[in-house]
């Protein structure tokens, strides 16, 4: 069932699964030897919009299973696992096996230089994944962001990541939140120890650290951390959310991309089970 849920919202997510089809469709772009998992789900996803036409009330995901838990042997056997967890590998998983960079160039270390601008910084890091990875869940799903560490002495060190959802951890002891709250917390400013040595003042002072988002994905990815790491406890606290989310103020508009980050809630993955 945990398979089904993230099954059931990526069949029907139309900017992803008209892409993927009109990719696989192309003559020997997938197979079992090269592309597996993008084979078997391309076949899952085949067969579930055949019911339409066939009036089946279920589908047989055997051989996908089988594959991906070959694979992945942590999703072998019947037990339950995490919905979004199994999403997000299945989707890492379609990105590698379809990267359309066949011959990796040897990958540059980009420099911190102050000589270069926030905005140039940020694209030298975009240009430079993109040498490396281009697929269709690069282009819809990942976002960019940069994280800023600031110096008591005004100096900023930039650090720019690539992830394909952003993880948002629920706090202890509240029973009701909204997304805006969790998104609130994952965007604040913090100050922390910074251990290097700053350029400029030549000391090591606290830098005040803060997170935004420089290149917002087309399709985003919001996943609820409910599993404590360490007592492996479920946090049960309800999570409400608008239909209409509105992300601009974690945007950091210096860097100049001009995607509106306004999002239509599209699904929920909502997986509950013990067997």
Known sequence: CFINSCLQVLIHCNPFINQFFTKCRQPGLINQ??????????????????????????????????NFGAKHPQFEGYLQNDSQEFCRILLEDISTELNEV???????????????????????????????????????????????????????????????????????????????????????????????????????LKHKKEIKISRPPEILILSLQRIDQVTRTKNECFVSFPQVLDMSEFIDNECGFNREPIYNLFAVINHAGNN
Not at 165 to 179: A, G, K, R, W
Request: net charge positive.
């Open 33 to 66: 030897k090269d592309t597996p998992i993008s084979l078997e789900f391309f076949l899952v996803c085949k067969s579930m919009v055949n019911t339409i036409n066939t009036g089946d009330k279920y589908i047989d995901i055997t051989n996908f299973k089988q």
């Open 102 to 204: 066949k011959t990796k160039p040897v990958y540059r270390t980009l420099t911190n230089t102050n000589r270069k601008s926030k905005k140039v910084r940020d694209l030298e890091f975009h240009q430079n994944f993109s040498e490396r990875e281009k697929s269709i869940i690069t282009e819809l799903f990942y976002a960019q962001i940069i994280t800023t560490y600031t110096c008591e002495c005004k100096l900023a060190i930039y650090s720019f990541q690539k992830i394909l959802d952003f993880p948002l951890l629920l706090p202890d002891n509240v029973t009701n939140i909204s997304i805006n709250d969790l998104l609130n917390s994952y965007f604040q400013t913090e100050t922390i120890d910074f251990q290097n040595q700053c350029e400029k003042c030549k000391k090591v």
